[in-house]
């Protein structure tokens, strides 16, 4: 199966799909959105806290999808709320 990198490098069409991060520690129910989404699209964009909630880090749901489901993620890593040291930490 191809990347979605090389998808783009060939100037295929792709789809995306953004899900937000669970609530709490618990991501079975993303694990379960994302499952049903395998397949049909090249990859799931992780939000990092949409509507300024606090929410799982995007990086670790990235991470947990792309090595127990076997799905690329591109995880969003926003400014907001974050001072140069906060963004350090985090990458």
């Known amino acids: 199966m191809m990347t979605l990198r090389e998808k783009h490098k060939q100037g295929k069409f792709t789809i995306t799909v953004e899900l937000d991060p669970?609530?709490?520690?618990?991501?079975?129910?993303?694990?379960?959105?994302?499952?049903?989404?395998?397949?049909?699209?090249?990859?799931?964009?992780?939000?990092?806290?949409?509507m300024s909630k606090m929410r799982m880090s995007p990086i670790s749901l990235s991470y947990l999808l792309q090595h127990n489901e076997g799905i690329e993620t591109i995880f969003h890593?926003?400014?907001r709320d974050r001072n140069i040291i906060g963004l350090q930490s985090e990458l």
């Open 22 to 50: 669970p609530k709490s520690s618990s991501a079975q129910k993303v694990f379960d959105q994302a499952a049903r989404l395998k397949g049909k699209v090249d990859a799931i964009n992780i939000a990092d806290s949409p």
């Open 77 to 79: 890593l926003t400014c």
